[in-house]
């Protein structure tokens, strides 16, 4: 009996996908800040991830006999502390290669919540109109009505301090955003040709709402999201410094810029390198959304 042999041939990418990809990053890569910023950024979860491994010492370990030593590079400091210690003694790179774990963290987590729930709000206020959609905005307009940073103390202060506590916070502050953003962009859609042809064909209003309109509305979303990651670093740092975020001894940067107020003049180290390591990411971030912005607005892409 003759056998058959099916050859099995290797699944490649979808060429039009595999274009799209590549206009992507033409776009992306041409802002030269964009691909620095993305570097950056790949560096930085490389050494959160790596923490563990490549940390000299561990980030709540407290050696006496080393109590604010400065860089290694000034006088007095030692090879062993490399940035320097801190007040009671902890290794101040430890530290910080652990912060960039809890700074990328809840920059996903925050980001996440408000996405997650500005898009299903905004899908909601935008396609069903109505009374629906003019209660939804007032909302969303009297939470922008308040300054963010004053509205997530608040909420703070209401649920209790802490790191979870202020991750909520922020992610309620920052979820208007993405509401009126989706809202805007699913009533500029929904009567489009698509659509109409969707809802004759029986789609349900799940459907049309969440599988035919809303793919079609991620651009600006993604971008709005890549901003709202380096706003929720920022003000998860502010409220550490406030004492409202992530507590002692978390090596969270802005519960270490509040540790070092009191030794700004006489320990420099304590607060720049905190400070230096919130700056950077935030601006590697920052610049990232410039270039997703570039390559995923077609009224910003050149012929």
Same mark, same amino acid.
């Given at each position: 009996?003759?056998?058959?042999?099916?050859?099995?041939?290797?699944?490649?990418?979808?060429?039009?996908?595999?274009?799209?990809?590549?206009?992507? +990053?033409?776009?992306?890569?041409?802002? $030269?800040?964009?691909? !620095?910023? /993305? @570097?950056?950024?790949?560096? %930085?979860? #490389? *050494?959160?991830?790596?923490?563990?491994?490549?940390?000299?010492?561990?980030?709540?370990?407290?050696?006496?006999?080393?109590?604010?030593?400065?860089?290694?590079?000034?006088?007095?400091?030692?090879?062993?502390?490399?940035?320097?210690?801190?007040?009671?003694?902890?290794?101040?790179?430890?530290?910080?290669?652990?912060?960039?774990?809890?700074?990328?963290?809840?920059?996903?987590?925050?980001?996440?919540?408000?996405?997650?729930?500005?898009?299903?709000?905004?899908?909601?206020?935008?396609?069903?109109?109505? +009374?629906?959609?003019?209660?939804?905005? $007032?909302?969303?307009? !009297?939470? /922008? @009505?308040?300054?963010?940073? %004053?509205? #997530? *103390?608040?909420?703070?202060?209401?649920?209790?301090?802490?790191?979870?506590?202020?991750?909520?916070?922020?992610?309620?502050?920052?979820?208007?955003?993405?509401?009126?953003?989706?809202?805007?962009?699913?009533?500029?859609?929904?009567?489009?040709?698509?659509?109409?042809?969707?809802?004759?064909?029986?789609?349900?209003?799940?459907?049309?709402?969440?599988?035919?309109?809303?793919?079609?509305?991620?651009?600006?979303?993604?971008?709005?999201?890549?901003?709202?990651?380096?706003?929720?670093?920022?003000?998860?740092?502010?409220?550490?410094?406030?004492?409202?975020?992530?507590?002692?001894?978390?090596?969270?940067?802005?519960?270490?810029? #509040?540790?070092?107020?009191?030794?700004?003049?006489?320990?420099?180290?304590?607060?720049?390198?905190?400070?230096?390591?919130?700056?950077?990411?935030?601006?590697?971030?920052?610049?990232?959304?410039?270039?997703?912005?570039?390559?995923?607005?077609?009224?910003?892409?050149?012929?």
């Amino acid at each position: 009996m003759a056998t058959q042999t099916v050859s099995a041939e290797p699944v490649s990418l979808d060429p039009s996908r595999r274009a799209r990809l590549a206009e992507f +990053w033409y776009y992306f890569s041409e802002n $030269r800040g964009a691909v !620095i910023g /993305l @570097a950056v950024f790949l560096i %930085l979860v #490389a *050494l959160a991830i790596l923490a563990p491994v490549i940390a000299p010492h561990a980030p709540n370990a407290q050696y006496r006999d080393a109590v604010l030593l400065p860089p290694f590079w000034a006088e007095g400091g030692r090879a062993a502390y490399a940035l320097g210690t801190d007040a009671v003694g902890r290794d101040m790179l430890s530290r910080l290669l652990y912060g960039a774990r809890f700074s990328l963290f809840i920059g996903i987590v925050v980001t996440t919540l408000a996405l997650t729930g500005g898009i299903v709000v905004g899908v909601i206020a935008g396609y069903v109109g109505g +009374w629906i959609d003019t209660a939804i905005m $007032r909302v969303m307009d !009297i939470i /922008l @009505a308040f300054p963010s940073l %004053l509205l #997530a *103390l608040v909420l703070v202060a209401v649920l209790g301090p802490g790191l979870t506590n202020a991750m909520i916070a922020i992610a309620l502050v920052l979820q208007p955003h993405f509401v009126r953003l989706t809202r805007a962009a699913v009533m500029s859609e929904k009567n489009r040709e698509y659509v109409v042809a969707a809802r004759v064909a029986g789609a349900g209003p799940m459907r049309l709402m969440f599988r035919t309109i809303l793919p079609n509305c991620m651009a600006p979303l993604i971008v709005q999201a890549t901003l709202s990651f380096s706003n929720a670093i920022l003000d998860a740092a502010a409220l550490g410094f406030l004492g409202m975020g992530a507590q002692p001894p978390t090596p969270e940067w802005g519960t270490m810029l #509040a540790e070092a107020r009191e030794f700004i003049l006489r320990a420099w180290w304590v607060v720049t390198f905190p400070g230096l390591a919130i700056l950077i990411t935030v601006l590697a971030i920052n610049l990232m959304g410039d270039g997703l912005r570039d390559a995923l607005d077609p009224k910003l892409k050149r012929s």
